[in-house]
């Protein structure tokens, strides 16, 4: 049995692809320069962008812990969905760079061919990425052409060491509410806000509060979902692990 303790998260770096035309009627398409048509094929080559995959700290602390050994960094999702189906959609958004288109805006009238056509694309980098080598990415990606690629925020992409009290802390609860069981590091494929401690006081932020009662799976794809809930049971053990951190760290 595996506790996952999240001691680093992705960055959310999203970016917004504009691809311009010239407008005009609906009626008459050949005397207009559809910006959503030559968007299209651009959002078809983001949809298939993939990179080389490589190993974080804390993906290779989460096998040492779920298999003893570390794979190499292309073997790596194949071991973990090896091991269960939920441990290779764990792993998958860990190895690189996410992207993904998820909104796109053209025209506010049925009639009216766009001049402007604007994607978002989600974009979550690992720790120590910047926008910056996303931007180099992308642009690789989608080649030449006339579209413009503006990083419209960037928040998260932050880290804690695994070690000190605090992780103490976590392995010691652990074992004495589960004899056998172990604690792993993860990464947040999301991000929250320990970033902000991090990042403002050099805090030691852990995403941590256990759960047993609920089968992993269904608890996975109940996050920000209809009926998202969380077991009593589990309500009570998080409880019992925010006395004892306390009582560890602070006593």
Same mark, same amino acid.
């Given at each position: 049995m595996l506790y996952l303790c999240a001691t680093a998260e992705k960055m959310s770096s999203p970016f917004e692809l504009r691809v311009r035309g010239r407008s005009g009627h609906a009626?008459?398409?050949?005397i207009a320069d559809n910006a959503l048509v030559k968007a299209a094929p651009?959002?078809?080559?983001l949809g298939e962008l993939s990179v080389e995959p490589q190993l974080i700290p804390e993906v290779e602390g989460f096998?040492?812990?779920?298999?003893?050994?570390?794979?190499?960094?292309?073997e790596a999702l194949a071991r973990a969905r090896?091991?269960?189906?939920?441990a290779g959609e764990l792993v998958e958004p860990l190895l690189g760079m996410t992207v993904a288109p998820t909104k796109a805006h053209a025209s506010d009238k049925r009639?009216?061919? &766009?001049?402007?056509?604007?994607?978002?694309?989600?974009?979550?980098? %690992?720790?120590?990425?910047?926008? +910056?080598?996303?931007?180099?990415?992308?642009r690789a990606c989608l080649g030449e052409g006339e579209y413009e690629l503006v990083n419209t925020e960037r928040f998260g992409g932050t880290r804690s060491e695994i070690g000190g009290a605090l992780w103490d802390a976590v392995q010691s609860f652990v074992e004495s509410e589960e004899p056998g069981a172990s604690a792993?590091?993860?990464?947040?494929?999301?991000?929250?806000?320990?970033h902000w401690m991090r990042e403002a006081f050099?805090?030691?932020?852990?995403?941590?509060? &256990?759960?047993?009662?609920?089968?992993p799976e269904?608890?996975?794809? %109940?996050?920000?979902?209809?009926? +998202?809930r969380v077991p009593v049971a589990d309500l009570e053990l998080g409880v019992r692990w925010l006395r004892h951190a306390a009582q560890a760290v602070c006593a």
């Open positions: 009626a008459m398409p050949s651009l959002v078809a080559r096998f040492e812990a779920l298999l003893g050994e570390v794979p190499a960094a292309s090896a091991v269960a189906p939920l009639n009216v061919i &766009p001049a402007l056509c604007t994607i978002t694309v989600d974009i979550r980098l %690992l720790p120590g990425q910047t926008p +910056e080598e996303a931007e180099r990415v992308l792993a590091p993860l990464c947040v494929a999301g991000f929250t806000d320990s050099g805090t030691v932020a852990y995403g941590f509060f &256990p759960s047993r009662a609920m089968d269904t608890a996975a794809r %109940l996050i920000h979902s209809a009926n +998202e």
